[in-house]
């Protein structure tokens, strides 16, 4: 084929079909009905939306509203250190036998436990000697008052006897003392004692166990019992935060398992050492325990500021949620949005949401957040 000719069919044949192409579009019908979807031009910030349409997000205003500030802080269920009562046993022996165990609940005078001692039974048999002496050592001194009398013996001789019946006296009261303080009953003469609980509240350490030796003040405290009719709750508050706590004023304190059920707690005290490695410091509340305060148990504490703040109020439904960040769409010039993260607090009547930064009353933002932030993933 020459080449003059060849050049000719490959021209025809791209004029075919590009023209064939023409065709098929100039057949397809336009649209018609609803208004074209707005389409969503990313800027070069990611925050800055552009869309065709934005008559179609309608948009609300940001009202002024005065809130009180507030901190939430969280904090531990810990024991009033004032409320908490060692129980221990005087005396040294073996343990013959517990009646309380971790965590039960014991009033005041209840047999926690029975000890078997050796101090005890001393204790019984010095007694008994003090009171044989003492009783001896009357009755040389009534003979003795009888011969004085007759003139059958000196009065240094009655002075003498007097002295013996006054130390015979001194040695059975100390006897009865030390049982006293061992935890012997005078009229119980027996080597086991008995450990009973000093004040109502629950056993929150328990160190010993049946068959167990025990050397009185040099072992450890058998139990301690707490009263947990008041407790603390401690909390760490930032250095930058101490201007909302202040000795003497009431906080909120709410409880995730209990939410409720709302309680106030007095703050006790501020701690004046800071910790060097978190900058916080530590802040106790006592709280008046209703029952359903355990130890360990973690609130969150609400502290109050002093004077109040000015805020935006918008509707909840203004307010994104993304990214473990709260978002609001502000409208821009050019058809364009842009996301800007706030500080959202408190849901107030009629389901509006303060925003304590980010926004300023007066400025306008998407009514529904959501709706937008669709589209955009769209």
């Known amino acids: 084929m020459k080449p003059a000719v060849w050049m000719a069919a490959v021209v025809a044949v791209a004029a075919s079909v590009l023209f064939t192409g023409c065709g098929a579009r100039g057949e397809e019908p336009a ?35 005065a809130v009180l500030p507030k901190l939430d802080a969280t ?38 436990m029975k000890v078997q001692s050796a101090d005890i039974a001393q204790a019984f048999s010095d007694y008994r000697q003090g009171v044989a002496d003492e009783n001896l050592a009357k009755a040389q001194l009534a003979r003795a008052q009888l011969l004085y009398e007759k003139g059958a013996i000196a009065q240094k001789d009655l002075e ?65 019992i707490s009263d947990l009719t008041h407790v603390w709750i401690v909390c760490d508050v930032y250095e ?8 003497g004023e009431y906080t909120d304190i709410h409880l995730s398992a209990y939410p409720e059920i ?16 978190i900058r916080t410091a530590k802040v106790r509340i006592d709280v ?19 004077q109040k703040q000015q805020a935006a109020l918008l509707p909840a439904s203004a307010v994104l949620h993304l990214h473990d960040r709260d978002w609001v769409y502000l409208a821009a010039d050019n058809n364009q949005f842009r996301r800007v993260p706030v500080d959202a607090g408190d849901i107030v009547t009629g389901n509006m949401q303060v925003l304590k930064s980010g926004i300023a009353p007066g400025q306008r933002a998407v009514l529904n957040a959501l709706v937008l932030q ?5």
């Open 240 to 247: 930058n935060d101490l201007s909302f706590v202040r000795v």
């Open 75 to 112: 904090g531990v269920v810990s024991p009033d250190v004032s409320r908490n009562v060692p129980v221990i046993s005087l005396a040294s022996g073996r343990i013959v036998e517990i009646d309380a165990k971790l965590g039960d609940t014991v009033t005041k005078g209840q047999l926690l």
């Open 288 to 306: 008046a325990n209703p029952g359903m305060l355990r130890l360990g148990m973690f609130v969150t504490a609400t502290f109050y500021g002093r």
């Open 160 to 224: 003498v006897a007097q002295d013996t019946a006054d130390k015979a006296r001194i040695t059975v009261e100390t006897a009865v003392e030390h049982l006293r303080v061992l935890g012997a009953d005078v009229n119980r003469p027996t080597a086991v004692v008995e450990v009973h609980a000093p004040i109502s509240g629950v056993i929150t350490d328990q160190q010993v166990t049946a068959a167990a030796g025990t050397q009185g003040l040099a072992s450890p405290n058998a139990f301690t």
């Open 262 to 277: 709302p309680l106030r707690g007095r703050i006790d005290n501020i701690g004046p050492v800071l910790d060097p490695n």
């Open 31 to 65: 649209a018609a009905g609803a208004p074209p979807p707005a389409k969503v031009e990313h800027e070069q910030d990611v925050n800055i939306i552009k869309v065709d349409h934005p008559e179609q997000f309608a948009l609300a205003t940001a009202d002024a509203y």
């Open 374 to 378: 669709s589209t955009v993933e769209q």
